[in-house]
C-alpha cells in the first residue's frame, strides 16, 4: 500500500507555499505562488524517475513508462491553483496522492502495461480567471486556446501574459491526445460522506452550473442632498434579487443550489447612491432538465424585479455522468482495501468533468471535516486520505493493466 | 459685477484634470490629479497677486490684502478633490467662483476693510480618505491632526505619506487660527431649488451624519456542494438588512436619507458563499433628536435580523445652524442683485459644516440640474452660475466691510 507519511509531509510541504496565518493557502492560479508549487511537483516527480512536460496552457505531467509503449496512457491528477484563503487540501491531495500511487506502483518493481501520467492542470477554480477548470477545458474541447490566452484577472492582467510571466508557457505538442481513462482523486467538499461516515465517496457524476453575470442599473446620486422618493438605488434593487434567490433556492428543497458570491457596486463610496451594481451567481443542479428549469426561474425572479437589469452567462455546463467501467473499478479497489464507501454525485465542478468528455473518466472522493471548502477551515483526516489514497493506487494499478 | 466669461474658462480648464469620458472628473483627494489641481489653483491665485500659503493638512489659501492689517480676514473657498466619477461643479465652483469674487474685488480698485482670504481644504469629500472634511475637521478642531495623518485609503496609504508625495505638506503655522466669517458657495447636489425655480439658496444649515461600518460575520463554504439549508451566507444577511433599511427609511417621510454606499463580500469569488460581507450606512438629518432616533432604530433593525453583525462608526457629527447674521448678508446680496431665492438646509456636509465651530459661517447654494451630483451627470447652468458669484462678491464686501 501507499506511505501516509511521505505523502503527509509532501502535503506539508506543499502547504507552506501560500500560507495563510488561520492554516489555509492562497495560492491563485498563475501567480508567484503558483510558480513556486509548480517547480516543486515537477522536482519531486523528477526526483522520482518520471519523464516531465508542459503544454501550452500550463497543464504540467509526468509520465512513468508501461511495458507497451504505444498503449494509451492511463491519466491521474487534479490542480494546484487555490481560492483566496482556500484550503490546503482542494486539488493539491489529488496531485500528490497521484504521486504517491505512481510511487507506489515504481516501488511494487513491475511495470504496469500501460503508462501512467500524473497531471496538474492550470486555474480549476475559476477564482482568478473565469470560468473554472481552463486547463481541463481547453485540452477536451471545452474552450479554445484564444478564448483562455483573452481571460483577464480582475486587474485586467491576462492569462497568457502570466502564463508566459511564471515561465509555463510550453508547448501544443505535449497536451495528452490519447487517453485510456482519467480518475481524478478529490475531497468531498460536501457533508456526506462525513453524516454516513462512509471514508470513501465513489463519484457517478458532477451537477452541471450556470455561472451568471448581473449587472444592476440604477442612478448614482448624493446619500445626503437625494430624497428617499427620488432615488434609483441599484444596490437596493440587487439586494431584493439577492434574498429573492436565496428563498426561492432554499424552497426548492430538490438539491438545487444558488449562491451570490462576488458583489461590486459602483462608484462605491459611502456617500454616493450606488448607480451600478454588478454580481455574480452559481446555479448547480445534477438533474440537466431541473437546471434549465432552475435557470429560467432564476431568470424570472430577475425579470419580475422592478430594477433595470442586465444577465450575461459567464459560463455553464450541463450534469456529467462518469464511466461506469471506471467507477466499478474504483468499487472493487474500495473492496480490495476493505474500506466503507457509497456512490456520489459531485456538487462542485472538476477537472474530471470536462476530461470525461475525451476518455472515460471517474472521481474518488474523500471526506471533508463539517463539509467545508474554499475557507482555510478546511480539512480531511489523514486515516481517510490514506484509504483514498490506496483506493486511487489499486484502481490505477486496475486500469493500467486492462 | 463679476466675469462670467472668465469664471467660465477657469471651470473648463480645472474640469479638464482627471476629466472622465462622460463629462465628469475623478480628482481624488491627494492623487496625482489633485496635485495638478492644487498647482494650477495657485498658479491662477499668484497671477492675481494674492499671496499664497498652504498649511500642514494640504489646506491652500491665497490672500487679498485689506486696509486694516490687524483685522480679522474674511474666509471664502470650498475643495478641489472629486468622488470617482464625479461631477466638475462640486467643490470646484466654490473655489473658483471665490477666485472670481476676490478678482472682482480688487478690480474695484478700491481695498476692503478686512483681508479676503480663499481657501481650498483637503479630502472634503471623504471618498479617498474617510471619513469626510478632514482638511476643515483639523482647523475647526473636530479631529486632531494625528487622526487625520494615520488616516488609510483602501489600498492602505497613509494620508500623510500620499500629502508629502504630492508635494502639499505645508506648515502648521499657516493654518487660518482667526477668522471674521467663513462663506462657501457650493452646488446644492439636491432637487430643491430646481423645482421652486429659485436661482439660489440661502443655506441656514446642514444636516447631521452618522457613517456607520457594518460586518456581518457567516461561514465561506463552496457553493456548488454546499446544500442551501446548510449554509450561513453573510451576504444574504447583508442584503435582507439593505432592503429592510432601505424601506424603514423610505417610510419615515421626515426628510430622513439612509444610504448604503459601499459593500465587499468575501472571499469574493463565484464559487464561494460569502463568509464576511461589510458595508457602510450613511444616515442623515436636519434635526438633532431625530438623527439620534433614526441611528437607534436603524440600529434595532440590524440587530432583529438574525446575522451576526458588528456595527462601528467611522464619523458622525449633529446638524449645524448657520450664523444668522451671515445669512442675513446672503440674503441682502441676494435682494441687491435682483435674483430670486429661498432659505434651504443642506442634506449634504461641506466645509462650513465644521469651519461654524469656530468663526461665523454661512452657505451659498446654486441649484443643481435635476438634483444631481456624484455622478458624471451633474451640471449647473451658467446664468445660475453667475447669479451664485455675484451673490458671493456682494457677500464678501460686506462681510468685509463690517
Ligand atoms: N472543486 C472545485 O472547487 N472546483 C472549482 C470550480 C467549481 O466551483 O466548480
Ligand atoms: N458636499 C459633499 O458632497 N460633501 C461630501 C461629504 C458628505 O457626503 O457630506
Redesign the pocket.
Known amino acids: 500500500g501507499i506511505k501516509l507519511e511521505r505523502l503527509k509531509n509532501r502535503m506539508k510541504t506543499m502547504a507552506q507555499i501560500g500560507a495563510t496565518d488561520k492554516g489555509g493557502v492562497s495560492r491563485l492560479a498563475l501567480t508567484e505562488e503558483d510558480r513556486k508549487a509548480r517547480k516543486l511537483f515537477i522536482q519531486w516527480m523528477q526526483e522520482l524517475g518520471l519523464t516531465t512536460r508542459v503544454d501550452d496552457l500550463g497543464n504540467i505531467y509526468g509520465r512513468l513508462e508501461g511495458i507497451d509503449p504505444k498503449a494509451s496512457p492511463v491519466l491521474t491528477g487534479s490542480h494546484l491553483d487555490s481560492?483566496p484563503k482556500g484550503g490546503k487540501f482542494?486539488?493539491t491531495l489529488g496531485v500528490l496522492a497521484a504521486l504517491e500511487a505512481v510511487e507506489t506502483i515504481k516501488e511494487k518493481g513491475i511495470k504496469p502495461l500501460r503508462s501512467i501520467e500524473i497531471v496538474s492542470f492550470t486555474n480549476?477554480?475559476?477564482?482568478r480567471f473565469t470560468p473554472?477548470?481552463l486547463g481541463s477545458g481547453v485540452i477536451a474541447g471545452k474552450f479554445t486556446k484564444d478564448y483562455v490566452y483573452g481571460r483577464k484577472d480582475a486587474e485586467g492582467l491576462l492569462f497568457k501574459e502570466e502564463l508566459e510571466r511564471i515561465g509555463f508557457m510550453g508547448c501544443p505538442e505535449n497536451r495528452i491526445t490519447c487517453a485510456n481513462s482519467f480518475v481524478e482523486l478529490?475531497i468531498e467538499?460536501g457533508p456526506i460522506l462525513e453524516a454516513e461516515e462512509k471514508s470513501i465517496g465513489v463519484v457517478e457524476g458532477i451537477a452541471g452550473?450556470y455561472w451568471l453575470k448581473l449587472k444592476v442599473s440604477g442612478q448614482s446620486d448624493h446619500s445626503g442632498s437625494t430624497p428617499m422618493n427620488m432615488r434609483k438605488d441599484s444596490l437596493v434593487a440587487a439586494s431584493s434579487i439577492i434574498t429573492d434567490i436565496y428563498q426561492w433556492a432554499s424552497e426548492r428543497k430538490d438539491g438545487l443550489v444558488a449562491t451570490v458570491g462576488q458583489i461590486q457596486a459602483f462608484p462605491g463610496i459611502i456617500n454616493a447612491i450606488p448607480g451600478e451594481t454588478v454580481f455574480t451567481l452559481?446555479i448547480?443542479h445534477a438533474d440537466p432538465e431541473k437546471l434549465e428549469e432552475a435557470v429560467s426561474e432564476a431568470t424570472s425572479i430577475i425579470q419580475q424585479s422592478s430594477a433595470d437589469v442586465t444577465i450575461t452567462e459567464i459560463g455553464s455546463n450541463p450534469p456529467v455522468r462518469f464511466s461506469k467501467e471506471v467507477t466499478s473499478l474504483i468499487e472493487e479497489s474500495c473492496k480490495d482495501a476493505n474500506v466503507s464507501y457509497r456512490k456520489i454525485i459531485?456538487g462542485?465542478?472538476?477537472d474530471a468533468?470536462y476530461m470525461n468528455n475525451i476518455t472515460e473518466t471517474a472521481m474518488i472522493f474523500v471526506p471533508s471535516t463539517n463539509g467545508k471548502?474554499?475557507c482555510e477551515e478546511e480539512h480531511t483526516a489523514y486515516p481517510d486520505i490514506e484509504k483514498g489514497a490506496n483506493v486511487l493506487y489499486l484502481t490505477l494499478w486496475k486500469l493500467a493493466n486492462r
Open positions: 481560492v482542494d486539488g480549476e477554480e475559476g477564482a473554472q477548470m478529490h467538499q452550473f452559481d448547480r459531485s462542485a465542478g472538476h468533468m471548502s474554499h
